[in-house]
């Protein structure tokens, strides 16, 4: 790993990754930026500020198997949007019942943080927009891809819909081109480990942090 492929923080991937998205946009006035909670507000904030867009998030909660819960078996919304990651389920033996107990909780805790950190707000409007979704660093995808269901299934989908991350694996990215108009990363790795390993500081974002960033973008 050379040094340009590694951050300090999230804040810095993301002030990186900005130069890489701007120059996709064709009218930078008409995006909206949505952050994957948690760290990936961290990296989209720095982004949306950088671009002069509007700044949200988009609740995903990952649906891990029972024993390994890192270990994304898929991802659902708040709203019950539910994308199962096959090459894990053929990996692990899971009963369907696990399955659907694992998808329920996560959803009631995408509910949850979605009320704690929108609360109150009007649901996002994505109609006649350049939507960007921002994460962190991804492994499987699975959050990535229920994100693009909600925006392709939104009454309204936006003109256009573009993932920024800054790691992630190569083949994980390739396979996320089709559910979105652009994908933009700073680094499609060969190899990878863990999302985690590619920052100096990858300290867990507290949903309090998370809250104070969107809420600057509402003064």
């Known amino acids: 790993m050379t040094p340009h492929q590694r951050w ?14 701007a120059a996709r946009l064709d009218e930078p006035s008409s995006v909206l930026v949505l952050g994957l909670p948690r760290g990936g507000v961290a990296v989209a904030a720095p982004l949306a500020a950088t671009l002069g867009a509007e700044l949200d998030v988009l609740v995903v909660r990952k649906a891990g198997v029972p024993w390994r819960p890192e270990l994304a078996m898929g991802a659902v919304t708040a709203d019950d949007v ?42 996002v409007a994505f109609g006649g927009r350049t939507v960007v979704i921002v994460d962190d660093g991804l492994a499987t995808g699975a959050t990535a891809r229920a994100a693009a269901q909600v925006l392709a299934n939104a009454p309204t989908p936006p003109t256009r819909s573009i993932l920024a991350v800054p790691v992630g694996p ?9 559910d979105y108009d652009s994908v933009v990363a700073l680094v499609r790795a060969e ?24 809420q600057m973008e509402r003064r």
């Open 170 to 178: 190569r083949e994980t990215f390739e396979a996320l081109e089709v």
């Open 82 to 123: 539910r994308v199962r990651n096959d090459d894990v389920l053929e990996r692990v033996d899971v009963a369907e019942r696990e399955i659907d107990r694992a998808f329920d909780a996560a959803r009631a805790e995408a509910s949850d943080r979605e009320q704690r950190l929108r609360p109150g707000w009007p649901p």
């Open 191 to 214: 190899r990878f480990d863990a999302v985690g390993s590619w920052y100096d500081d990858f300290s867990q974002v507290p949903d309090e942090t998370v809250t104070a960033l969107l």
């Open 8 to 21: 300090r923080s999230r804040r810095a991937a993301g002030l990186e990754l900005a130069d890489l998205v």
